[in-house]
């Protein structure tokens, strides 16, 4: 068989590339929509066994049913005047322009500025979605050689400065914490609220590619986004915290405090995850040392060590009024069996060193 070779017909445009960067608002109603489509989903009636041997279009392409009716009705900023089109697979070229089979597994198509974007098909949030399911053997590596790849090589969201992937989670993985070994770069969480049930978070990553003519220059970096603040945890691990009110709709979570300040206080400061043994399952890679009084400042530091060896971390003073004063730094790496010994130092009575040790409960 003769397989005929692929050729251009016409010069791509002269254009500014990549196209400006999608604003935050966009991004996060982009990102809340799949949250709210994939609870949803899962609120129908679903026979848990062929969801978990489901392929990803499977799933995929209900999900997009609901993000197609969540636009047209509006869901926040997830609506047809900022996002002009949701498309399920759709053959794309890639930036070689060779390639013109490329198909990411959801667009985000969005409104653009004809001023600024001349290919409207290009300008778009690229989702790609990988089930993760370690006992069907599919890995979260499979989120990275499958899924990452495929934005840093210039198969998807070539114009683009960002991308989107989306993980079905069949096992009860924690992503936070299986993600990031498979990564090559570090995992960032956003700073804006966590919808119910998701974690979200960014990690940068270096495309080595050019544009072709007439077009030049290097595309940059791209930023995919994989939320979690910090507020809710705060509260709950708030001593003296004796009655809220608690509701979740809309794939949101609402605490709000009745009274805050009422309790007793047994102890100058919380840890979390506590000090000790603890369930590696209720961890996530955001520790966190709260105190009333200790002289928590953003000049505070943190020492942690693995077994002995010392691990890079970078503590951050978190906002006020959520419980006590709190700082929080992101772990490199957790895992059952070791022991992570915490140093917080400069406070105002001295430093305060506790271990934690992750266990894992099957």
Avoid at 280 to 292: G, K, L, Y
Avoid at 328 to 348: C, E, F, H, K, Q
Wanted: glycine letters at 6%.
């Amino acid at each position: 068989m003769i397989v005929p070779k692929r050729f251009l017909l016409a010069e791509p445009p002269v254009e500014a590339l990549p196209y400006p960067p999608v604003s935050h608002v966009l991004l996060r109603a982009a990102q809340d929509a799949l949250v709210e489509a994939w609870r949803r989903l899962l609120a129908r009636p679903i026979d848990p066994n062929a969801l978990l041997a489901a392929h990803e279009d499977d799933i995929t392409n209900p999900l997009v049913d609901e993000l197609v009716r969540m636009c047209r009705d509006g869901f926040g900023a997830f609506r047809q005047d900022s996002f002009a089109a949701v498309v399920k697979s759709e053959e794309l070229q890639d930036f070689s322009g060779k390639e013109v089979q490329k198909r990411p597994d959801i667009i985000l198509r969005l409104v653009p500025d004809p001023a600024r974007v001349l290919e409207a098909r290009y300008y778009a949030l690229f989702v790609e979605a990988k089930v993760i399911n370690r006992h069907a053997n599919k890995r979260v590596t499979r989120y990275c050689s499958e899924g990452v790849a495929r934005f840093c090589d210039g198969r998807y969201a070539w114009k683009m400065r960002e991308g989107m992937l989306v993980a079905y989670v069949l096992d009860g993985s924690v992503l936070a914490m299986a993600l990031p070994p498979a990564l090559d770069t570090a995992l960032v969480p956003r700073a804006w609220p966590t919808p119910s049930r998701a974690e979200i978070a960014a990690s940068i990553h270096d495309r080595s590619w050019s544009y072709r003519a007439p077009n030049q220059g290097a595309p940059g970096a791209i930023v995919l986004s994989l939320t979690m603040t910090l507020g809710h945890r705060r509260w709950m691990l708030f001593e003296p915290l004796t009655r809220v009110a608690y509701g979740q709709a809309e794939g949101f979570a609402c605490l709000v405090v009745l009274q805050g300040h009422d309790g007793a206080r047994t102890r100058p400061w919380v840890a979390w995850p506590n000090a000790g043994p603890t369930p590696i399952q209720a961890m996530t890679r955001i520790w966190s040392f709260s105190a009333r009084g200790a002289g928590l400042s953003s000049t505070t530091q943190v020492r942690v060590t693995l077994d002995g060896e010392p691990l890079t971390v970078q503590a951050q003073l978190r906002a006020a009024n959520y419980g006590d004063d709190t700082i929080s730094w992101n772990m490199p790496t957790i895992r059952a069996g070791g022991v992570y010994r915490v140093t917080v130092m400069g406070l105002r009575n001295g430093d305060i060193t506790y271990e934690v040790r992750p266990v894992a409960c099957e």
